[in-house]
């Protein structure tokens, strides 16, 4: 079993900065990937980020690409999602996930990842 428990989010206007975190329990964190979704209301939960075990390769939503980085802190437990330049479009709830067993084809996919946080509100006033 593994704990992931979401921090970060906020209020911010457009053209402003936040970084969420993630920190995860339950099982060594440089085991497993690490993913960053996100979800608007009445919209399907879409991906934004994810990051190998390493941190070594990273990838990314093209609608974020350049305003977003992902990286992680694997002797915190932690891994962070920096967000600048955000938009109203970026309004959701942010997701991290583990994933276990990592497929290069399909990280980008919600059914790729194993366990999941309760997710942080991210919302972006004009």
């Known amino acids: 079993q593994v704990q992931l428990v979401e921090s970060g989010g906020g209020l911010v206007q457009a053209g402003g900065s936040l970084r969420l975190s993630c920190a995860a329990s339950g099982r060594t964190f440089s085991n497993y990937d690490m993913g960053w979704f996100r979800q608007a209301p009445g919209k399907e939960r879409e991906f934004v980020a994810a990051?190998?075990?390493?941190?070594?390769?990273?990838y990314y939503a093209e609608s974020v690409k350049g305003r977003v980085t992902v990286s992680r802190d694997n002797a915190k437990n932690t891994v962070y999602l920096q967000m600048n330049s955000l938009k109203p479009g970026d309004t959701a709830v942010y997701y991290c996930?583990?994933?276990?067993?990592?497929?290069?084809?399909?990280?980008?996919?919600?059914?790729?990842?194993?366990?999941w946080g309760q997710g942080t509100q991210v919302t972006v006033s004009s």
């Open positions: 996930a583990a994933d276990f067993w990592p497929n290069t084809d399909s990280y980008y996919q919600t059914y790729e990842y194993d366990y």
């Open positions: 990051i190998n075990w390493s941190g070594a390769n990273t």
